[in-house]
């Protein structure tokens, strides 16, 4: 195992050991990290990994060299096309995926979503966000998927968020998407800097399941704006081996976008 490696190396890292070959993922606007657990696991172990990106769906076993553009709608991803996707194709696909990642500015307890905004005074946004996005549909269909939040503390994990764009476990309970009509699987995992946070099995509220290297549970706990349930045994994250590191470094990530 290396030492020398990024914590976003690491979630990309950690996105890339939870897939399995021949699903159908689905990655995002603007999310460079999936992206780069995807492609990781895609040329390591999952040769059959159907990967859209963007209309496309892409074949890049061959390349040496990947590019990871910052932007999810980068045209350039057709220099790989194996296909297309019309628009009623890509509305359709989240009926039929295996995976997503979904972000937020706020993440809460039972693991709903908002992408929408921060309520201010009288009815306004102190903060507005980018928007659903998508997030709802895919949210309410796919067989699983992962909320990838960009920090960790008590404004962004928070007890109620302000607004819900896609919605995870509810007001909580093992029964709360099914009573809601929502015929997909829900969050599986929730990634963070600090670590990996599942969902107590009866209630559905967050569990904190793991930490990477050198974060001390008690450090997480203390940056969650609600209770953070604690699995019976913390884990550790495994670092990235040299095998991993060396595709993402060399083949997906080359302009290191994950080392800055």
């Given at each position: 195992?290396?030492?020398?490696?990024?914590?976003?190396?690491?979630?990309?890292?950690?996105?890339?050991?939870?897939?399995?070959d021949d699903e159908l993922v689905i990655v995002g606007a603007n999310q460079p990290i999936p992206r780069a657990g995807v492609m990781?696991?895609?040329?390591?172990?999952?040769?059959?990994?159907?990967?859209?990106?963007?209309?496309?769906?892409?074949?890049?076993?061959?390349?040496?060299?990947?590019?990871?553009?910052?932007?999810?709608?980068?045209?350039?991803?057709?220099?790989?096309?194996?296909?297309?996707?019309?628009?009623?194709?890509?509305?359709?696909?989240?009926?039929?995926?295996?995976?997503?990642?979904?972000?937020?500015?706020?993440?809460?307890?039972?693991?709903?979503?908002?992408?929408?905004?921060?309520?201010?005074?009288?009815?306004?946004?102190?903060?507005?966000?980018?928007?659903?996005?998508?997030?709802?549909?895919?949210?309410?269909?796919?067989?699983?998927?992962?909320?990838?939040?960009?920090?960790?503390?008590?404004?962004?994990?928070?007890?109620?968020?302000?607004?819900?764009?896609?919605?995870?476990?509810?007001?909580?309970?093992?029964?709360?998407?099914?009573?809601?009509?929502?015929?997909?699987?829900?969050?599986?995992?929730?990634?963070?800097?600090?670590?990996?946070?599942?969902?107590?099995?009866?209630?559905?509220?967050?569990?904190?399941?793991?930490?990477?290297?050198?974060?001390?549970?008690?450090?997480?706990?203390?940056?969650?704006?609600?209770?953070?349930?604690?699995?019976?045994?913390?884990?550790?994250?495994?670092?990235?081996?040299?095998?991993?590191?060396?595709?993402?470094?060399?083949?997906?990530d080359p302009q290191g976008i994950l080392r800055k």
């Amino acid at each position: 195992m290396s030492s020398d490696y990024t914590i976003d190396e690491l979630m990309a890292t950690f996105i890339s050991r939870q897939m399995h070959d021949d699903e159908l993922v689905i990655v995002g606007a603007n999310q460079p990290i999936p992206r780069a657990g995807v492609m990781q696991a895609y040329l390591l172990r999952c040769p059959n990994l159907k990967v859209p990106m963007y209309f496309y769906m892409t074949d890049m076993a061959r390349e040496k060299q990947l590019q990871l553009y910052p932007l999810f709608a980068d045209g350039r991803y057709r220099r790989w096309a194996e296909g297309y996707f019309t628009f009623e194709m890509q509305l359709e696909s989240a009926r039929k995926a295996d995976v997503c990642f979904i972000g937020g500015i706020q993440v809460d307890q039972y693991g709903n979503t908002n992408l929408i905004g921060i309520k201010g005074k009288e009815g306004n946004f102190k903060l507005r966000g980018p928007g659903s996005a998508g997030t709802p549909t895919t949210s309410s269909y796919i067989k699983r998927y992962y909320i990838l939040m960009g920090s960790h503390n008590p404004r962004v994990f928070v007890k109620r968020c302000d607004y819900v764009s896609a919605v995870g476990w509810h007001n909580g309970g093992a029964d709360a998407r099914r009573a809601l009509g929502l015929p997909g699987g829900g969050p599986k995992y929730v990634i963070s800097p600090f670590g990996i946070m599942d969902f107590e099995e009866e209630t559905k509220k967050m569990r904190l399941k793991a930490v990477y290297p050198g974060v001390d549970p008690d450090q997480v706990v203390r940056n969650t704006g609600f209770e953070l349930i604690m699995h019976e045994q913390v884990e550790v994250v495994s670092p990235p081996n040299e095998d991993e590191l060396r595709v993402l470094r060399g083949r997906v990530d080359p302009q290191g976008i994950l080392r800055k």
